[in-house]
């Protein structure tokens, strides 16, 4: 059922856990993320970069092919369909085409700038009935070729932001995209603890899901992250589950050439690191 994002993460909020979003590649990709959702019953985000849209065909062909495979696969539980890191012409583009929910991601832009244009994109959300994620603090790292730093964000400018009206924000505390490298510090949980009392009552997001070990996972949750983003992970289960199918020589046997075998690996496997996900931040059985 695709529904915004709204509800799904006050209840997170409130019930300390949190909602997975998962980033979708492909039809593969959105299956295995659909699948897993209802078999755990849980309320999930699939989130698309602007990227991934692009790749997909765009974002009319995404919309249309989430919509389509959660009327077709009998989906019960929540699924938002959200735009990840978009620039305000990608949001406007969006809101055109069926997603139930973007992000805006303005932390580039001087902080006036970044309140300015929320502001407008809130009043649009609102009135098309969508839910909306803003940002504070780029997250560092790479994705889809822009790196930022990883800033920690500063409690008052979230807090500005936060009023604006936002079902969520993105807070970076020391977080990146990405595989973490070996001298990363972790997050900085006295800026989140800042953060969360500057904001009281709104979800806040971690990006940069892949690799952050699990005492800090819940520590984050416990601290108001209502909502974990989670990319890379999913693929390299997918990357390491197809090199071990090919490298097996299976593709060579019989018809293991055949996508619907060749990907089954893959797909399985995005299914577990989405499952276990789901398990870790406690969202199963809260559909
Ligand atoms: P990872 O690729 O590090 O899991 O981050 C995903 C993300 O934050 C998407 O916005």
């Not at 985000?45 to 919309?63: F, P, Q, R």
């Not at 019960?76 to 583009?93: K, R």
């Not at 595989?179 to 969360?196: C, K, M, R, T």
Request: net charge negative; proline share 3%.
């Amino acid at each position: 059922m695709i529904v915004n994002m709204s509800e799904m993460l006050k209840k997170a909020f409130e019930g300390k856990y949190a909602v997975g979003q998962f980033n979708i590649n492909n039809l593969e990709w959105t299956k295995a993320v659909l699948l897993t959702a209802e078999e755990q019953k849980s309320p999930v985000i699939l989130g698309v970069s602007e990227g991934a849209a692009k790749y997909m065909g765009g974002v009319n062909t995404v919309a249309a092919m989430v919509r389509a495979m959660d009327k077709d696969l009998g989906i019960t539980v929540p699924v938002a369909l959200h735009l990840d890191h978009g620039s305000y012409q990608g949001c406007l583009d969006c809101v055109e085409a069926g997603f139930s929910s973007i992000m805006f991601d303005g932390s580039h832009f001087e902080l006036d700038e970044n309140i300015q244009k929320t502001t407008e994109l809130v009043n649009l959300a609102r009135e098309r009935g969508l839910s909306i994620e803003a940002e504070v603090g780029s997250i560092g790292g790479e994705e889809d070729g822009v790196v930022g730093t990883g800033e920690i964000a500063d409690p008052a400018a979230c807090k500005q932001i936060a009023d604006l009206g936002v079902d969520a924000l993105a807070a970076g505390i020391g977080n990146i995209h990405g595989v973490y490298p070996d001298n990363w510090q972790g997050l900085a949980f006295d800026a989140l603890e800042a953060i969360s009392k500057a904001i009281s009552g709104i979800p806040l997001v971690l990006h940069g899901g892949t690799g952050i070990p699990e005492d800090m996972i819940k520590k984050a949750i416990s601290l108001g992250m209502a909502k974990i983003n989670v990319n890379t992970e999913c693929q390299l289960s997918f990357a390491a589950a197809t090199r071990e199918y090919i490298e097996a020589g299976k593709d060579k046997t019989g018809k293991g050439f055949d996508p619907r075998s060749l990907l089954a690996p893959g797909f399985n496997a995005i299914k577990e690191t989405v499952k276990e996900k789901m398990i870790l931040f406690g969202s199963v059985g809260k559909a």
